[in-house]
């Protein structure tokens, strides 16, 4: 199915972390001498320019990685956001290495001072291999640096021509005068990302997301998102029911990973149950730009003596008929899937002691 740049930012602002919560606290290593609800501010500032940012790139469509965009297809996953519209990920690198590399300032104006060198250093190798400033052209550079300078960012003490040279500037100090509170956003965020624990890397999961959570804790934790906010980018049916058995399946004792794929910014939500001394895959929601999907284990609907005996006759042979993975646009077969999920988890909980862990990913 063809989609343009102006489908993938449509989808990409569904996305974003709608609000933060008023009781949501930032942790003390993230708070720079602030109060909270400057903090709380600077976080609502950065969505929305996030929100501005993808609405810029949508009506420029026709402008913006015009040959490499021409190639994207979301059903092809090699054919990425990432690889097809680059400027995305680009525009994230540089503001994220502005944000982590620079000293927030607050008074007598909000601004990030930044070293030059520090600019060049790379990042750890699992992000260098896919995000470097030093892969990006000098001329590529230049477009970038034109675009957020004309988006409202100024970068005082960087001589923004056709050449930008790190190595040359000692200091820069980035403002964005129509909003204060950006610069504070744009620091919390960067620093969100960071604290992310085996995602450094993943733009998509958290910078450009707007996703805070990790503020809330010292130390990196693995990153969870929220299902109930990324759903919105779904049917309100599809993304209600995906929420429901997000619900169902974590009160039955059910492991979670909840993860953004890096490259194309799909949702995916693995289940699986401790049971019987080992680990029992349950099933797999994928949520993204072309609808939603299930994928269940089914090599047990062969077994006349469990599953098949305690769900509805039309629903197993509804089952046996389809593929392992499951188009959740029909209501139908929505309530096919989850007399299915509830009956195998009735059967593994029957079968043995089931144990909570960490579903590490």
């Known amino acids: ?9 449509t989808y990409l602002k569904t996305i974003v972390v709608p609000h933060t919560p008023e009781n949501f606290t930032v942790a003390e290593p993230f708070r720079h001498g602030l109060p909270n609800d400057e903090l709380l501010l600077g976080i609502a500032s950065f969505r929305s320019f996030l929100y501005r940012f993808f609405n810029v790139l949508a009506a420029n469509k026709d402008k913006v990685d015009v040959q490499s ?26 503001l994220f ?34 995000y470097s ?27 923004v021509s056709e050449r930008i040279d790190f ?54 934790e693995i990153h969870d998102i929220n299902c109930s906010e990324f759903v919105k980018s779904q049917h309100p049916e599809v993304g209600e029911w995906v929420v429901e058995m997000d619900k169902l399946l974590s009160a039955k004792c059910c492991d979670v990973a909840r993860e953004v794929n890096n490259f194309t910014s799909n949702g995916h939500f693995t289940y699986t149950l401790w049971a019987g001394r080992q680990y029992t895959p349950i099933c797999r929601i994928d ?38 993975t499951f188009s959740l646009d029909d209501p139908t077969e929505r309530i096919l899937l989850k007399q299915w999920i509830e009956a195998e988890l009735s059967f593994l909980l029957q079968r043995g002691a089931v144990t909570k862990r960490r579903y590490q990913y």
């Not at 199915?1 to 993938?8: E, F, H, T």
């Not at 299930?294 to 042979?317: G, S, Y």
């Open 1 to 9: 199915m063809k989609k343009d740049l102006a489908d993938v930012c």
């Open 69 to 94: 965009g021409a190639k994207f297809d979301p059903v092809n996953t090699a054919d990425s956001i990432h690889k097809c519209f680059p400027f995305i990920s680009e525009i994230a690198l540089i």
């Open 97 to 130: 290495l502005i944000g982590t590399r620079g000293k927030l300032r607050t008074k007598p104006q909000a601004e990030l001072v930044v070293s030059g060198k520090d600019m060049l250093i790379p990042l750890p190798p699992k992000t260098e291999r896919f």
């Open 133 to 159: 400033l030093g892969k990006i052209s000098s001329k590529r550079e230049f477009e970038l640096f034109r675009f957020l300078t004309g988006f409202g960012f100024s970068f005082d003490g960087l001589e």
């Open 167 to 220: 190595s040359k500037t000692e200091t820069f100090a980035v403002r964005y005068e129509r909003d204060n509170s950006l610069i504070i956003g744009l620091k919390l965020l960067a620093e969100a990302q960071e604290n992310i624990q085996f995602e450094y890397h993943k733009f998509a999961s958290v910078f450009l997301r707007g996703d805070f959570y990790s503020l809330a804790n010292a130390t990196q």
């Open 287 to 324: 949520v993204g730009m072309l609808g939603s999907a299930l994928t269940l284990k089914k090599d047990r609907l062969a077994d006349q003596n469990n599953i098949l005996c305690q769900i509805p006759e039309t629903a197993a042979n509804a089952l046996k008929k389809t593929s392992r």
